[in-house]
Nanobody, 128 residues
Framework: QVHLAESGGGLVQPGGSLRLSCAAS???????IGWFRQAPGKEREGLSS????????FYKDSVKGRFTISRDNAKNTVFLQMNNLKPEDTAIYYC??????????????????????WGQGTQVTVSS
């Protein structure tokens, strides 16, 4: 069992930035950690993922160029730097972990059903 804890959410004005953190209890059996979000009335969507072993990164087009995923393996922590935030970025943001048995193809597609462990989420609100 892997436990994940997100932090760093909050209220920010349009055009502002936030950095989210995802602390994992362990990464020894993980293949990747990803970031997802869910806005009210919408399905959960994948945003970005990073492989644990070699740091390959993947992004959905909706956030490419504005969001950056990174990791600190020594601290079992993955970050999501979010810049130029827009009101439509308002959502609950979740991190999730995929086991090391997950094919890279699934990790790259950042599909919710490919991820096995989930954090509780952190609220991000973009509003003036």
């Amino acid at each position: 069992q892997v436990h994940l804890a997100e932090s760093g959410g909050g209220l920010v004005q349009p055009g502002g930035s936030l950095r989210l953190s995802c602390a994992a209890s362990s990464t020894s059996a993980l293949g990747a950690i990803g970031w997802f979000r869910q806005a009210p009335g919408k399905e959960r969507e994948g945003l970005s993922s990073i492989t644990v072993r070699d740091g390959k990164t993947f992004y959905k087009d909706s956030v490419k160029g504005r969001f950056t995923i990174s990791r600190d393996n020594a601290k079992n922590t993955v970050f999501l730097q979010m810049n130029n935030l827009k009101p439509e970025d308002t959502a609950i943001y979740y991190c999730a972990a995929a086991t090391d048995a997950t094919p890279l193809f699934h990790i790259a597609n950042i599909r919710t059903r490919s991820y096995d462990y989930w954090g509780q989420g952190t609220q991000v609100t973009v509003s003036s």
